[in-house]
């Protein structure tokens, strides 16, 4: 794909959802923090769920480790994985507190020391709470940039170098969002929506569809 393909690519992108940003419902850079740990494997909408009455009751460090691993499981119960994850978040709140006052660092080194955080929660945290120009790539990242040619690779982290070196500066800020939502609801898994695509001309997919 080359880079004119890219940038109309990213231009009908930004037309369609000229302000794109993350399904999970947070009010800080510490509760979006707490929900994309919990988002491993599950969706936005079960986490959300969750997060609603878990952030009425507790939505800071201190509140939180407060509550105890077995009583966050009470909250969280819903979502898979729940035990472990419970783990990880009153592991992380420990850390927030004991080594940076309570604050999520706009570190990434800091962030990935996090239990529960990993290269791509990082840089959702980083890209979404704190406006870097990072993109995260997850499995609907993946996909797209796989299918449609505009950044292959043979793993995320490939992927990720690709699009940081062909999505224009731009478009970087909000790449992750775009790519993520079109991935999540019209590039899906089985059968892509090509026929509802907005960019399926520039598209280098072989196989694609007439589902709208």
């Known amino acids: 794909m080359n880079a004119d393909k890219r ?48 952030f009425a009751k507790a939505n800071t460090p201190a509140a939180i480790y407060k509550l105890g691993e077995e009583k966050l499981k009470s909250y969280i119960k819903t979502i898979g994985l729940f035990n472990t994850k419970a783990a990880n978040v009153i592991k ?12 999520v660092p706009e570190d990434r080194a800091a962030l990935e020391k996090l239990p529960g955080v990993g290269r791509k929660t990082a840089n959702v945290i980083l ?58 609801y019209i590039c899906v898994a089985r059968k892509p929506r090509c026929g509802a695509c907005a960019i399926e001309d520039l598209c280098e997919f072989k196989d694609k569809t007439d589902i709208g």
């Open 7 to 54: 940038r109309e690519m990213f231009l009908r992108l930004r037309e369609s959802n000229p302000a794109p940003t993350t399904e999970l419902t947070y009010q800080s850079p510490f509760e979006l923090l707490i929900a994309v740990i919990l988002s491993a494997q599950a969706t936005d909408v079960s986490v959300n769920k969750a997060t609603k009455p878990l």
């Open 92 to 103: 992380t709140c420990k850390l927030l507190i004991d080594e940076h006052n309570g604050q």
């Open 127 to 184: 890209n979404t709470a704190f406006g870097h120009p990072t993109i995260a790539v997850d499995t609907h990242i993946y996909r797209v940039s796989n299918r449609t040619r505009l950044a292959p690779g043979k793993n995320v982290k490939q992927v990720e170098e690709k699009l940081l070196k062909v999505v224009p500066e731009e478009f970087k800020m909000d790449a992750h969002h775009w790519l993520i939502l079109h991935g999540r």
